[in-house]
């Protein structure tokens, strides 16, 4: 008994030890930003928090801190979060449909058209980013959201999550359904869309970090200062050659930046949660 007890805490111990070896840079990060920038370039610097978090954090937020930009952290924040909501939501509305289709309709060359939306998970906007900055271009969506959020809404990986969910509702459900007179569009509302709901909620948290994260995309695709992402932002911040980094102001920027996707992680955890554990069954 003993040496099962002892044995379940090893996975236990090996869990705490990732978890801190993940939470230690996000803490460098608070300390550093709650110090000036002279307790920073301190060798070595201190890992105790310091007094100036909240002046760091308020000139972090000030419109003439980023010298680089010349944009305010607050709208470099607005902007990510209109990018990342817009290829969340558009990601699972284009998605949810064309799953719909390939699984409950029968038509010419379904699997080959599944098969097509499959393949493009091999063409990745690195690959294709040559043609679809042409397109952008040529549709004046440079420096516009529809611009930075377009190109990145159409997704396979949320297609194919939806369909092998769908796979997995009854022939008896769809037979009910048109028993009661039910057509096509009020079974995926009534019906799919309810029973999706979990999916939808942990497609949106993945979609979301994935849209907050775009680095390369964004650095194409915009041109003047106000339409910056925080990643982007984040990265002018940082001197270089003689240009002196303000650090304490980098470390408050990017904790501000991780504030968003940890809030939308927590407030749809148990959505998040369920609807993996239902993605994998």
């Known amino acids: 008994m003993v040496t099962a007890r002892r044995s379940a805490w090893v996975p236990h111990a090996i869990l705490i030890v990732g978890l801190l070896l993940v939470l230690f840079p996000i803490y460098v990060a608070f300390v550093a930003s709650s110090h000036p920038l002279a307790d920073i370039l301190e060798a070595p610097m201190t890992l105790l928090p310091g007094s100036r978090l909240i002046a760091n954090f308020g000139e972090a937020l000030d419109a003439g801190t980023v010298k680089t930009s010349g944009q305010p952290v607050a709208a470099m924040l607005f902007n990510s979060l209109v990018m990342a909501l817009a290829i969340a939501a558009g990601k699972i509305a284009i998605s949810l449909p064309s799953a719909y289709a390939v699984v409950f309709f029968r038509f010419p060359l379904r699997r ?147 504030l968003p996707p940890v809030a939308v992680v927590l407030l749809m955890q148990r959505w998040f949660v369920k609807g993996l554990v239902e993605a994998e069954k």
Not at 132 to 158: F, H, Q
Not at 174 to 197: C, M, N, Q
Not at 230 to 236: A, F, P
């Open 112 to 258: 080959l058209c599944f098969w097509a939306i499959f393949v493009t998970l091999m063409l990745p906007v690195e690959v294709r980013i040559i043609p679809t900055y042409k397109i952008v271009a040529d549709l004046s969506l440079i420096d516009s959201y529809g611009g930075l959020t377009l190109p990145l809404i159409a997704s396979a990986t949320a297609t194919l999550l939806f369909r092998q969910f769908f796979l997995t509702i009854p022939d008896e459900l769809v037979e009910a359904a048109k028993i009661d007179g039910a057509g096509p569009w009020r079974f995926l509302i009534d019906t799919v869309i309810p029973l999706s709901r979990t999916n939808i909620a942990a497609l949106f948290v993945i979609l979301f970090i994935y849209g907050w994260n775009q680095y390369l995309w964004p650095l194409l695709v915009t041109n003047t200062p106000s339409m910056t992402t925080i990643v982007i932002g984040i990265r002018q911040m940082i001197g270089n050659g003689d240009t002196r980094t303000e650090w304490h102001i980098v470390m408050a920027t990017t904790l501000l930046a991780v």
